[in-house]
C-alpha cells in the first residue's frame, strides 16, 4: 500500500534532497523526510579585554535557519543525509514550519543524514593584561599585652680582688732618752737549804705463774729460759694448761734451728674413726689428712671439702641401710675409674681422696664397691 500525501491523494516521493543553507524560512513538504540541519555560524571572535576587567564574549552567531521537513504522512521515508554546510556564523534557530503528521500507513525510516561539519571560527586577539590592583593597607592590630617576667639569671662570678693599696710609711719616731737611775744596794746571801731525802721507792717484785715455771725463771727481777739440756720445742700443752717443752720423736732431727723428718715419716699403725652420718659431710683435709672413716648411711649424702692442701689424704668406708642411697660428688674430682652416683642398699664402699693442690681440681678420687 502506498503512502497517501494530507489531504491531496498524490503518493509521497521516496527521497527529497536536503534544502541549501538560507537566511530565508522554508516550508516544511508533506514528505516523511527530515530537512537538512542548517550550517553551524562561526564563533564570535571577540577581542579579550584587558586583565583586571574582563573582555567581553564575542557575540553567537545567529543558528542556522534550515527549515524542519514536515513528518511524512505516509510510510516513513528513510533518514536524510545530514546537510554539510560551510562554517560561518551560528545563523538563528530555524522556525520552519513542521509539516502536518501522515494519516497513513508510517513510511520506513529514512538514512541518517551525514553530521554538518562546520568551520571553528579563529581565537579573539588577547586584549592587553589589566592594570594592577592598588595594594591594600596593612591592618594596624593592637599591641600584645606585656609577657611575664623572665626567671633571675644565675648571679655573674665574683669580680676580681682589687690591688692592695701602697701606702707611705710613716717615717721612725725619735728615739727617747735613756732613763738615768741611781744603782741599789745589793742583797745578802740567802742561806743554803736543807731538804730531806726521800723514801726509797716500792717497785712491784717479779714473779713467774705455774703456767710459764716448766720454760722460764727469775732471779733478782731479771726473767731467763730454763735450760732444756737438749733441741726441744716450747709448745702450749692444752692438757696440762701450760707451756712445756715438746719432745722430739723419732725420724726428726733438731740441727740449730731447722727441724727435718727422716725416713718413713708415715705412721705405722691407723685408727679407724665414725664420722656420724648427716646429710652433707664436710671433710675437713686437715684434720682428716690420712685417716681412715666409716660413715654409715640412712639417707643421701652429699660431700664438701675444706682445707685443701698438696700431699692430703682421707679414705673413707661408706656402708649402706637396706635402701639405695645417691651420691653426690664435688664435680671438680678427677675419679680414676667410674664416678659414683649412688650405692645399693646394704652394699659397702671405699672412696678415696689425694689431693695434689689446693683446689678440689687437684683432686684425685677412687671409688670401688661390694659385688
Known amino acids: 500500500m502506498r503512502a497517501q500525501g494530507p489531504g491531496n491523494g498524490h503518493p509521497l516521493p521516496a527521497h527529497h534532497p536536503p534544502a541549501a543553507a538560507s537566511g530565508h524560512l522554508s516550508r516544511g513538504r508533506a514528505s516523511g523526510e527530515t530537512g537538512a540541519t542548517g550550517a553551524t555560524g562561526a564563533i564570535g571572535a ?209 740441727t740449730d734451728t731447722t727441724i727435718a723428718a727422716n725416713g718413713d715419716f708415715l705412721p705405722t699403725t691407723f685408727s679407724a674413726n665414725t664420722i656420724t652420718y648427716a646429710a652433707t659431710v664436710d671433710l675437713d683435709m686437715a684434720s682428716r689428712n690420712a685417716g681412715y672413716f666409716t660413715i654409715s648411711l640412712t639417707g643421701n649424702l652429699t660431700f664438701t671439702t675444706s682445707n685443701r692442701a698438696a700431699g692430703r689424704t682421707v679414705t673413707l668406708r661408706l656402708i649402706c641401710d637396706g635402701t639405695q642411697r645417691t651420691l653426690t660428688v664435688p664435680a671438680d674430682w678427677k675419679f680414676v675409674g667410674s664416678k659414683p652416683a649412688n650405692i645399693a642398699a646394704s652394699k659397702t664402699a671405699i672412696l678415696s681422696l689425694s689431693y695434689f693442690g689446693t683446689a678440689d681440681t687437684d683432686c684425685v678420687a677412687a671409688y670401688a664397691v661390694q659385688t
Open 46 to 254: 571577540g577581542v579579550t579585554g584587558a586583565t583586571g576587567a574582563a573582555g567581553s564574549d564575542g557575540a553567537t552567531g545567529a543558528t542556522g535557519a534550515g527549515a524542519t521537513g514536515a513528518t511524512g504522512a505516509g510510510t516513513t521515508g528513510a533518514t536524510g543525509a545530514t546537510g554539510v554546510g560551510t562554517a560561518g556564523a551560528t545563523g538563528a534557530t530555524g522556525a520552519g514550519v513542521t509539516g502536518a503528521t501522515g494519516a497513513g500507513v508510517s513510511g520506513a525510516t529514512g538514512a541518517t543524514g551525514a553530521t554538518g561539519t562546520g568551520v571553528t571560527g579563529a581565537t579573539g586577539v588577547e586584549g592587553p593584561t589589566g592594570a594592577t590592583g592598588a595594594a591594600v593597607a596593612t591592618g594596624a592590630g593592637a599591641t600584645g599585652a606585656t609577657g611575664a617576667t623572665g626567671a633571675t639569671g644565675a648571679t655573674g662570678a665574683a669580680g676580681a680582688t682589687g690591688a692592695t693599696g701602697v701606702g707611705t710609711t710613716g717615717a721612725t719616731g725619735a728615739t727617747g732618752a735613756t732613763g738615768v737611775g741611781t744603782a741599789g744596794v745589793s742583797g745578802a746571801t740567802g742561806a743554803t737549804g736543807v731538804g730531806a731525802t726521800g723514801a726509797t721507792g716500792a717497785g712491784d717484785t717479779v714473779t713467774i705463774g705455774t703456767s710459764a715455771a716448766d720454760v722460764l725463771s727469775v732471779a733478782a727481777g731479771v726473767i731467763t729460759a730454763d735450760d732444756a739440756a737438749a733441741d726441744k720445742l716450747v709448745f702450749w700443752d692444752d692438757s696440762a694448761d701450760k707451756l712445756t717443752y715438746l719432745t722430739v720423736g723419732s725420724n726428726l732431727t733438731i
